[in-house]
């Protein structure tokens, strides 16, 4: 059984998440505050994380920057904010996904659904084992000239898929519906800035431009 945690100070809209998904077979475990939230993660062990971002104590992307020193596994933001600026900003922050409120409940199931397919799974990571000039990926450890680097389980299943199929170059839509397992939907923001994530990763332990944009098409291994 998935795990499931809610970080939401709105205790009727997290009663709701929470009763539709354990009906849904998963299991939850839910935080009011950002700390809570954050301290339940370390002892929880969750496979995913719904987060809202208006939360006391603790707000929600601060609880992003902390949660991604310790893990990878993927973070569904729902908000009330609109702006595409605030959705570029969580994406850069470490975010996964991002929905916003208000938003139906089977909605919300398919985006779990599709980021914990992308989310590489425990029992498949010894057979994961790529190299593509200074890059390496062992058991989902992406080594970069040898040293350990952190990317979210999005940003690792893109770099997978593009070292998988490394003269291949990827529309934007055949990108997408590879990791995200849904129809595209011209959401190039997303694709965009997990891209940028990845290189701004890679750029920080070589001057090699390894995701070149082929204009008009997509992305693909310099």
Not at 85 to 107: C, H, V, W
Not at 116 to 121: D, E, I
């Amino acid at each position: 059984m998935k795990k499931i945690v809610i970080i939401e100070d709105d205790t009727d809209i997290c009663n709701m998440i929470t009763k539709f998904l354990s009906d849904h077979s998963y299991e939850v475990c839910s935080a009011t505050n950002g700390k809570e939230g954050v301290d339940l993660c370390q002892n929880f062990f969750p496979d995913l994380i719904i987060l809202d971002l208006m939360l006391p104590i603790l707000s929600g992307d601060n609880v992003i920057k902390q949660l991604r020193t310790f893990t990878d596994i993927p973070i569904i933001v729902v908000s009330a904010k609109t702006m595409v600026q605030s959705k570029i900003e969580l994406l850069r922050l470490g975010a996964d996904d991002y929905m916003t409120k208000p938003f139906n409940l089977f909605e919300l199931l398919a985006r779990i659904e599709a980021n914990l397919k992308r989310s590489v799974p425990a029992s498949s990571k010894e057979d994961i084992h790529l190299k593509y000039k200074e890059i390496e990926i062992e058991n989902c450890t992406v080594y970069i000239k040898g040293t350990i680097v952190q990317f979210t389980s999005t940003e690792l299943a893109i770099l997978i898929l593009l070292l998988q199929h490394s003269q291949k170059i990827f529309s934007k839509q055949n990108l997408y519906e590879s990791i995200w397992q849904e129809e595209y939907a011209y959401d190039n923001d997303t694709i965009n800035t997990h891209i940028s994530n990845i290189r701004k990763k890679i750029k920080k332990f070589t001057d090699t431009d390894y995701i070149e944009t082929v204009w008009g098409i997509g992305y693909k291994l310099n």
